[in-house]
T-cell receptor
Framework: GEDVEQSLFLSVREGDSSVINCTYT??????LYWYKQEPGAGLQLLTY?????DMKQDQRLTVLLNKKDKHLSLRIADTQTGDSAIYFC?????????????FGQGTTLQVKP | DAGITQSPRHKVTETGTPVTLRCHQT?????MYWYRQDPGHGLRLIHY???????DKGEVSDGYSVSRSKTEDFLLTLESATSSQTSVYFC????????????FGSGTRLTVV
């Protein structure tokens, strides 16, 4: 079945780059997403990438997609303490007509000053 | 942005009691979803709706029912709450054309004692 896997924890120093990785199983996914969740809040869409793209850049965020290996990564440049949060990878699977998303377990990013 | 509110924000209930969580949206979007968030599991889909009176099950639907009698409201009911249903529940909407990904509510923290 569909599955999305992420490492659970990442710790970086302020100013360094952070790379959060995700693997997924459904090669028919049309879109892949990154969401951010701050403590006590809902999830906010950070960025997304269409499955026919290899890379997408949006200010400090870079998304890389390797379709062959079904691997997605999110790079945050110049990481700030305000980037501390849980980051979720999600795939649309083959059910894009219903909008269902499959989420990973979430990666907690800790940014040390 | 689409307005989406969940109520209540927090609830403590006893095992065996019925509980209903409400999700309300202000912009008549067709698709609405209920997820639960648990440590180590990320977000898992409980039920979703694709229109008034049109609902379907997600991956963890056992013990839950939903209703959508109006476009703006999507209700999640635990018929007889159990401790395993202690969780944070998120409602999401799919804003539709021109948008990607979900807009999430702020969540309901439910504790079953």
């Amino acid at each position: 079945g569909e599955d999305v896997e992420q490492s659970l924890f990442l710790s970086v120093r302020e100013g360094d780059s952070s790379v959060i990785n995700c693997t997924y199983t459904d090669s028919s996914s049309t879109y892949l997403y990154w969401y951010k969740q701050e403590p006590g809040a809902g999830l906010q869409l950070l960025t997304y990438i269409f499955s026919n793209m290899d890379m997408k850049q949006d200010q400090r965020l870079t998304v890389l997609l390797n379709k062959k290996d079904k691997h997605l990564s999110l790079r945050i440049a110049d990481t700030q303490t305000g980037d501390s949060a849980i980051y979720f990878c999600a795939e649309s699977g083959g059910s894009s007509n219903t909008g269902k998303l499959i989420f990973g377990q979430g990666t907690t990013l800790q940014v040390k000053p | 942005d689409a307005g989406i509110t969940q109520s209540p924000r927090h609830k403590v209930t006893e095992t065996g009691t019925p509980v209903t969580l409400r999700c309300h949206q202000t912009e008549n979007h067709r698709y609405m979803y209920w997820y639960r968030q648990d440590p180590g599991h990320g977000l898992r889909l409980i039920h979703y709706s694709y229109g008034v009176k049109d609902t379907d099950k997600g991956e963890v639907s056992d013990g839950y029912s939903v209703s959508r009698s109006k476009t703006e409201d999507f209700l999640l009911t635990l018929e007889s709450a159990t401790s395993s249903q202690t969780s944070v529940y998120f409602c999401a909407i799919l804003p539709g054309q021109g948008h990607h990904g979900y807009t999430f509510g702020s969540g309901t923290r439910l504790t079953v004692v």
